[in-house]
């Protein structure tokens, strides 16, 4: 390797932490720099960089290659992306599904006129999920896709039980229904109502002197979060959640089932498995910032999403190499 | 759809059987001709368009916008792609391994000069295997790669067991070892050999008079193919192997596990079940030959490889309906 790609980390939470973590495992490439809003002074980061206040970040334009964004996609992208993708070529994890055509236009209309690269939506979903979606049934048009996820914690869900009144701390687990998987596995492209496809698990702590029952039905009442599925309440003690709910596990399938010819089943699927949720979607950012980086020096600008970038750029060996390789 | 995207097919096996239906399902898509270099007037095509002698082919280079190669890797493509990829943007499912390097050198100095754009190893291994792998690796880089075969029809292995003496006739079935395969999804990088990864089955018809004892000697101790594995045969009836080994199941999969942050286990899985090996090899090319014509449109001239390719170059859909969709 001749030069490092160098990298800047946006926001140190979860992401943050495992793209610096990711970047140690790539040789090609290497960390700057973390920016932050909070007191850099009290931020201590794992690799020893040098930690930087965000507002300082127009400073570092000509020491770093790909800035990656670590923020949420509720507060910190839709300023963030538009505002630095003027600046940097970015890679972000923006997965409001809904919103995602209008943060594009934004963010191309920054990056674009300013000659900077910005995959938007890299992850797993939106990200490595999207990709076999679009594989899926672009190879086997007559057919249904189907997303599954889980068994996994899921942030949002957890939160939204954290809200309840009387509750002081809680997590939940999304659960595919394995009879369900079963049979999209089979070929048979069933209908799945959302109750079929998958059950929710919550562990709740609750406030001293708050009604159990009260608080069960609170959450299994929910709509839209949980009112559709079939959702489990236990209650535990603090003691236990800290001890026995502190992972990030997480992952699903993507499963395209679809016919060919006289009537032949043909069924695809895409599986992760994962230990920690924040550490896969980091190492899938640091991939695709490498290839940020590669579209920007070949004269792509603009945003781009991960259907926009073919497998090769992801690695960091070349085409001759992939083809010897890995064909 | 304006305008559609005109196709030829060269070869008219099973391959280009099951490219004629798949683009059947493609309603941007249309088929302008068979070509072949059978006697024309003998061969009767599905779809009723034209058949013609592949020796006239240079008549059609203003009829037809890709030609998608379906003839073998060992005598058809190091001849036809290198010819053919001067005249048209072609796609192929070139499949000996160790020769692609040659092979896309060939293609690219015939393609790159005359303005056109070739695929080469286009299907599911080499092709949407490769990507997997080449996902993989990308993304979680301390890690390995386990690719499993099966269940399935060996095209190659059931001819050599056909060509001992004393065989009338034989299927060979590639099956993966549960017990791997289950080790390897447990996240464990379990370092296995051939052995260990799978058996190998053969249902064998034999010849009148012919040494069953034999027959089975010479098949399990043939090197490189069934030397180092554990294989089963079977002896069977004529009426036996028409009625119950006449399709072309296959399938397989690809497992990426890898570690990340302190040490947390993930593990990346594709996997296919296909009920025709040929038709679902014949579906990718077609989704191929879209992103072929696409490419040249957009100026990308020479041999390519499906690690070259954006994967939304694959789908009918615009950019904008997949990052809205499908994202």
Redesign the interface.
């Known amino acids: 390797m001749d030069t490092k790609t160098r990298i800047g980390i946006v926001g140190y939470g979860n992401l943050g932490k495992?793209v610096e973590?990711?970047i140690s495992?790539?040789d090609d490439l290497t960390l700057t720099a973390v920016f932050t809003r909070r007191n850099p002074a009290e931020l201590k980061v794992h690799s020893g960089v040098p930690v930087l206040p965000l507002d300082d970040i127009e400073s570092y334009v000509n020491d770093i290659d790909v800035l990656i964004l670590c923020g949420g996609s509720k507060n910190d992208l839709p300023e963030q992306g538009p505002a630095l993708s003027k600046l940097f070529n970015t890679v972000d994890s923006f997965d409001t599904?809904a919103k995602?055509?209008e943060y594009?236009e934004a963010v191309d209309a920054s990056a674009k006129p300013n000659g900077k690269t910005a995959i938007i939506?890299v992850g797993w979903d939106?990200g490595?999920f999207?990709?076999?979606?679009?594989?899926g049934?672009?190879?086997?048009?007559?057919g249904a896709t189907y997303t599954f996820w889980g068994k996994g914690l899921s942030q949002g869900h957890s939160d939204a039980v954290r809200r309840i009144k009387g509750v002081k701390g809680a997590v939940q687990y999304t659960i595919p229904v394995e009879a369900a998987v079963d049979k999209v596995?089979s070929?048979s492209q069933p209908e799945l109502s959302t109750r079929e496809k998958h059950t929710r698990e919550c562990f709740v702590v609750l406030e001293e002197g708050a009604d159990a029952a009260q608080v069960e039905q609170a959450i299994v009442t929910m709509p839209d979060y949980f009112a559709d599925y079939d959702t489990t309440v236990n209650f535990i003690s603090e003691a236990q959640l800290k001890e026995e709910h502190a992972a990030m596990p997480h992952g699903g399938f993507v499963i395209r089932s679809g016919k060919?010819?006289e009537s032949?089943?043909?069924?695809?699927?895409?599986?992760?498995?994962?230990?920690?949720n924040p550490?896969?979607t980091?190492?899938?950012l640091v991939?695709y910032a490498?290839a940020a980086y590669k579209m920007n020096k070949n004269g792509e600008t603009g945003a781009r999403?991960?259907?926009?970038?073919?497998?090769?750029l992801?690695?960091?060996k070349s085409?001759?190499e992939?083809?010897?390789e890995?064909?």
């Open positions: 495992g973590s990711a495992q790539n599904h995602i055509p594009f939506s939106p490595l999207s990709i076999n979606r679009l594989y049934e672009s190879i086997l048009p007559e596995r070929g060919t010819g032949n089943n043909q069924v695809m699927e895409f599986s992760l498995t994962l230990e920690s550490e896969f980091s190492s899938v991939a490498r999403t991960v259907f926009d970038v073919a497998p090769g992801l690695s960091p085409a001759h992939l083809r010897k890995l064909l």
